[in-house]
């Protein structure tokens, strides 16, 4: 198993762009959640999702869209990028709905909005 | 969902010592997780204990929890270099399906 992938690893963008980042996980998983980690901070959940086709907001979804089109992809969509959104992002899944087990993370794609 | 947060914020020992490390939370369990972060790396799992247990071990890792104080430590005995992170827990509120992380103890173990 690769467990929970992201890509890309590193991106620069410029105020106003739209980008997606993407996450996949290949343990079928019911539950991901993205996060978003400033520096020196701990992880503010940004979006999640408890199955295919169902997603809620975190703590800080503002500005950002996600979509759960498949058990395995839960892509986090940056409509307007702000250099507020300059940041670490993590995904991370669990085999059942929100915590009540393990979540596994990705390795993060870490963002610079000029 | 509920936040769970950790003091102190940074710990800074000798290698060989052990490293304590605080939880608070604010209502009822279902269970509490400690994850570990190394520099720039995603969280990794490290134990997790239910609102039943009050003490558990893993290797190293002693975890208690105290429900009636709504509170949990973590202590890493006979501390190493590769140790050096920062360490979070996750309450999970009963009834609750979200995970929200606090800010983290950054523990620092000198070699």
């Known amino acids: 198993n690769a467990g929970v992938t992201q890509t890309p690893k590193f991106q620069v963008l410029k105020t106003g762009q739209s980008m997606t980042l993407q996450c996949a996980q290949d343990m079928n998983h019911e539950y991901m959640s993205w996060y978003r980690q400033d520096p020196g901070m701990g992880l503010r959940l940004i979006h999640y999702?408890?199955?295919?086709?169902?997603?809620d907001q975190g703590e800080v979804p503002n500005g950002y869209n996600v979509s759960r089109s498949t058990t395995e992809d839960f892509p986090l969509r940056l409509l307007s990028a702000a250099p507020s959104q300059t940041s670490v992002y993590f995904c991370?899944?669990?085999?059942?709905?929100?915590?009540?087990?393990?979540?596994?993370f990705g390795p993060g794609t870490r963002l610079t909005v000029l | 969902s509920q936040q769970g947060e950790e003091d102190p914020q940074a710990l800074s020992i000798q290698e060989g010592e052990n490293a304590t490390m605080n939880c608070s939370y604010k209502?009822?369990?279902?269970?509490l997780q400690w994850y570990r972060q190394n520099s720039g790396r995603g969280l990794v799992h490290l134990i997790l204990i239910r609102s039943n247990e009050r003490e558990k071990h893993s290797g190293r890792l002693r975890v208690t929890l105290d429900t009636s104080k709504k509170s949990s430590s973590l202590l890493i005995t006979a501390s190493r270099a590769a140790d050096t992170a920062s360490y979070f827990c996750?309450?999970?509120?009963?009834?609750?399906?979200?995970?929200?992380f606090g800010a983290g103890t950054r523990l620092f173990v000198k070699a």
């Open positions: 209502t009822s369990i279902n269970n």
């Open positions: 996750a309450p999970l509120q009963t009834g609750g399906f979200k995970t929200i």
């Open positions: 999702s408890v199955g295919a086709g169902i997603t």
């Open positions: 991370a899944s669990s085999p059942r709905t929100g915590g009540t087990d393990t979540q596994y």
